[in-house]
């Protein structure tokens, strides 16, 4: 098969897609968040293919993309108020809802769950791609399962490139991590991944939150969890990632001290000039944390090479995308961190 990308400016770009999701298959379009492997998401088989070519295990719920709130009656039922609050605050934008699902939507896509993770992207022409296919697109991060995320076509070419009829080029992703996704089907709402959106901005509205621990810890394979895809191993290069915490300058030091040959250090645009002969490799400014979150996985997917044989991670502290930078970093490095200022 041919993998063709069109532009997402390109007339007509738009209309293809929505074709090839009308019939069945896959494409991978652009959010706000990360590209995503799209399909049908009420068509079991158009949902299969996207497990199937993804490598995802079946119990890895897939999120429905929805044009907006008039959308969420289709696919939910028993809506809290605070779902229309949140939707008509950070809608279209990186947040998923999780709330109890309509038969009319696949166990397949929901990973047998009887719950359902809606969002609506903030990217028009994947919001057009979803009115003229007249379906809900499931789609989750368009990489191969358990490698960094997709944040350019050519990322996506990269992983796909002959296993899907099309790719749809938005340009690089602007928020750079997965949506934020909270639960509203408990007691209380539940925040099951950090993104774009912040703790605090749901705590604001919402008034209540609770993190779940899968947000801060290691998850046993056998354990069961309310999001099933924060078991596995995620976002990593194939090499081991450790994450040095503390100040700029003991960082260093310590890195330096047991940097080796063959070793990589990923940091912050500032930090570049301390690191120099250690390989370092910036992802953006740490006074700038939307250009870490929008570095993010180019850098783990540049990163993640045979040759290399370590890599020391900088890691922005506190909230908002922060949070959400250090929830990816830490699953990346298996939540293995090292404190500088402890050790010196
Ligand atoms: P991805 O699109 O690869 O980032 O993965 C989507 C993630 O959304 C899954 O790994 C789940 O953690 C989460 N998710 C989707 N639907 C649900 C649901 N019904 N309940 C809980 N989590 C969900
Ligand atoms: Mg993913």
């Known amino acids: 098969m041919k993998t063709q990308v069109l532009s997402a400016q390109q007339t007509g770009a738009a209309a293809a897609a929505a074709e090839i999701i009308k019939n069945g298959g896959l494409v991978a379009i652009p959010t706000e968040t990360v590209y995503g492997l799209g399909a049908n998401g009420l ?64 166990r397949r896509t929901t990973g047998g769950l009887d719950t359902v993770g809606l969002r609506c992207p903030d990217c028009d022409v994947t919001r057009e791609i979803i009115r003229l296919a007249g379906v809900p697109i499931a789609a989750p991060s368009a990489n191969i399962s358990g490698k960094p995320s997709t944040t350019t076509a050519q990322h996506v070419l990269d992983d796909h490139e002959g296993k899907i009829p099309l790719i749809v080029d938005g340009g690089p992703c602007r928020v750079g991590v997965e949506s934020t996704i909270v639960d509203l089907t408990g007691r209380r709402p539940r925040l099951l991944r950090p993104g774009g959106i912040g703790p605090e901005e749901l705590l604001a509205v919402l008034g209540d939150l609770v993190v779940d621990k899968a947000v801060t810890a290691q998850i046993d394979q056998d354990e069961v969890v309310r999001a099933p895809g924060m078991k596995y191993r995620h976002y990593a290069p194939q090499e081991p990632v450790v994450i040095v915490s503390g100040s700029r300058e003991k960082a260093a030091a310590y890195i330096r001290a047991h940097f080796e040959p063959g070793d990589r250090v990923l940091c912050f645009e500032e930090e570049l000039p301390l690191y120099e002969g250690c390989a370092p490799l910036s992802y953006g400014r740490e006074a700038d944390v939307d250009t870490l979150s929008a570095g993010l996985f180019a850098a783990l997917r540049e990163l993640d090479d045979a040759g290399i044989h370590q890599v020391y991670a900088r890691c922005p502290v506190g909230g908002g995308v922060a949070y959400a930078i250090q929830n990816r970093l830490k699953k990346a490095a298996a939540f293995h961190v090292i404190d500088a200022e402890e050790l010196l």
Do not use: C, S
């Not at 497990?51 to 429905?64: A, E, H, M, S, T």
């Not at 229309?84 to 809608?91: D, G, N, P, S, V």
């Not at 934008?93 to 038969?103: Q, S, W």
């Open 43 to 106: 068509d079991e088989n158009a949902v299969r293919e996207i497990f199937r070519v993804k490598g995802r295990p079946q119990d890895n719920p897939l999120i429905l993309h929805i044009t907006g709130p008039e959308d969420i009656e289709r696919f939910a039922h028993g809506v809290p108020q605070a779902a229309y609050t949140l939707a008509e605050k950070f809608w279209p934008g990186p947040l998923t809802m999780v709330l109890p699902a309509r038969a009319n939507v696949p």
